[in-house]
């Protein structure tokens, strides 16, 4: 994936790079979308495999530091509380008031962007949207990938393009993060975001995994006493 955005950034962008990008999720086939290359070939763009693990607190921890300092200032999460993060997170209150807390002082308070949505349509052409349940609604692994595909593109109003969502409003917000680390440490701190925003859709989805396969196994295991209580019941019938 960098190889590909480094090389794109190479090639006068704008006059060399014509993106048609889609926005299908992989469940549905369709990846995350196509682009045309330098040469005029259209490429398929493959949907990166986002690292999450809700059993990883460290990660998450992590990701919610990168989310309330990137994200928290243009982004709202309205369904999220402060306080949850730090329930769930594993995080002392004071710690989340002293450093998660950039919009407000209550830490019952959910997560609300103080930046007027006509103010921010000026700026960028169009509100950015909650965040909450983008994971939920885009996938995981779009979120994740898009977060990589950002390049260099003059042409564009914040001198940034994205290979999954062609001519996106959005500026490349992560770009200094990018800058200072290696190919591999940028990913590893975009997996850790992109895990907390997924925990942020769906805080219990771990534990309706956990439930949800021994619900399976029970089910699985009751079958043989019913199949075998149904054959006794059934055996003199001609």
């Known amino acids: ?16 790079l014509t993106l048609t ?3 299908a999720l992989a469940a549905g086939g369709g990846g995350c979308g196509t682009f045309t290359n330098a040469e005029g070939v259209e490429e398929h763009l493959a949907c990166s495999t986002a690292p999450i ?8 921890q992590n990701g919610a530091k990168i989310f309330m ?13 402060h306080s949850r993060i730090a329930k ?25 962007a103080e930046i007027d949505p006509d103010v921010q349509a000026a700026w960028f052409g169009a509100a950015p949207p909650d965040l909450s349940l983008e994971t939920r609604l885009r996938g995981d692994d779009w979120v994740y990938t898009y977060l990589l595909s950002f390049y260099e593109d003059p042409s564009r109003p914040w001198g ?8 996106a409003a959005m500026p490349h917000v992560l770009h200094n993060m990018q800058e200072e680390l290696s190919a591999e440490e940028f990913e ?4 850790d975001l992109v895990n907390f925003m997924a925990w942020m859709a769906e805080p219990a989805r771990h534990d309706r995994q956990v439930i949800g396969f ?10 043989i006493p019913v199949y075998l209580l149904n054959k006794e019941f059934w055996k003199d019938v001609k």
Not at 1 to 16: C, E, R
Request: with cysteine; aromatic share 6%.
């Open 53 to 60: 693990d809700f059993t990883n607190k460290g990660s998450l």
């Open 88 to 112: 769930d997170l594993d995080i002392p209150p004071e710690l989340v008031e002293k450093y998660l807390m950039v919009t407000t002082d209550q830490i019952g308070d959910h997560i609300t």
């Open 188 to 191: 590893s701190e975009v997996g």
């Open 214 to 223: 021994f619900v399976i196994l029970f089910l699985l295991v009751l079958l």
């Open 1 to 16: 994936m960098n190889t590909l955005i480094k090389s794109l950034a190479g090639l006068g962008l704008g006059a060399a």
């Open 160 to 167: 940034s393009n994205n290979l999954v969502l062609a001519n």
């Open 69 to 81: 300092n990137y994200c928290a200032g243009c982004h709202s999460a309205q369904y999220v509380r």
């Open 21 to 23: 990008a889609g926005t």
